[in-house]
T-cell receptor, first 111, second 115 residues
Framework: GENVEQHPSTLSVQEGDSAVIKCTYS??????FPWYKQELGKRPQLIID?????GEKKDQRIAVTLNKTAKHFSLHITETQPEDSAVYFC??????????FGTGTRLKVLA | SAVISQKPSRDICQRGTSLTIQCQVD?????MFWYRQQPGQSLTLIAT?????????ESGFVIDKFPISRPNLTFSTLTVSNMSPEDSSIYLC????????????FGPGTRLTVT
């Protein structure tokens, strides 16, 4: 079945540096890739998403890139701030509204 | 998006008992889902709650253990039956609107501890 691998599991960066989280999916029929941020004790929040007909999408300090050939997609956070510290989850969907989530990345931004 | 609420927000239950979790949305939604998030883990889809018909369960989840109801377009319940300590998790509902992208929005979750 569909599988989504996410790396790294933990990531520490200095404030102001960039952070990159990578995901790989297995089902070539996947066409929608959301990213969620989950702060401790809170619900997952959708922060950015990308569809398979787009290679890159940006929203202020965050961006997502997609390589359909390699079945990779990545989250890029620039100029990191302490409030970016959270667990980030990628997911993949074949357009059925059913998501397969990655295992999560715990990002720590060190002040 | 919409305002999504869940009740209870947390509960401590004894093994062998059942707990029903409610998910309420302030506007009509097309799709509602139930997820489980075990401590420190990712989110796993339990089932899709279908209005007026039986829920669609994912592999490893069965109706007898996790009965789901969805009587209308704004409300759903998930029951965790005959609980054991392994059922201790956060249970989250999510919603989506068909035809409005594939975005899903999550409720605040219900933290369940089974002793």
């Amino acid at each position: 079945g569909e599988n989504v691998e996410q790396h790294p599991s933990t990531l520490s960066v200095q404030e102001g540096d960039s952070a990159v989280i990578k995901c790989t999916y297995s089902d070539s029929a996947s066409n929608y890739f959301p990213w969620y941020k989950q702060e401790l004790g809170k619900r997952p929040q959708l922060i950015i998403d990308i569809r398979s007909n787009v290679g890159e999408k940006k929203d202020q300090r965050i961006a997502v890139t997609l390589n359909k050939t390699a079945k990779h997609f990545s989250l890029h956070i620039t100029e990191t701030q302490p409030e970016d510290s959270a667990v980030y989850f990628c997911a993949a969907s074949t357009g059925t509204y059913k998501y397969i989530f990655g295992t999560g990345t715990r990002l720590k931004v060190l002040a | 998006s919409a305002v999504i609420s869940q009740k209870p927000s947390r509960d401590i239950c004894q093994r062998g008992t059942s707990l029903t979790i409610q998910c309420q949305v302030d506007s009509q939604v097309t799709m509602m889902f139930w997820y489980r998030q075990q401590p420190g883990q990712s989110l796993t889809l339990i089932a899709t709650a279908n209005q007026g018909s039986e829920a669609t369960y994912e592999s490893g989840f069965v109706i007898d253990k996790f009965p789901i109801s969805r009587p209308n377009l704004t409300f759903s319940t998930l029951t965790v039956s005959n609980m054991s300590p392994e059922d201790s998790s956060i249970y989250l509902c999510s919603v989506a609107w068909v035809g409005r992208s594939y975005e899903q929005y999550f409720g605040p979750g219900t933290r369940l501890t089974v002793t």
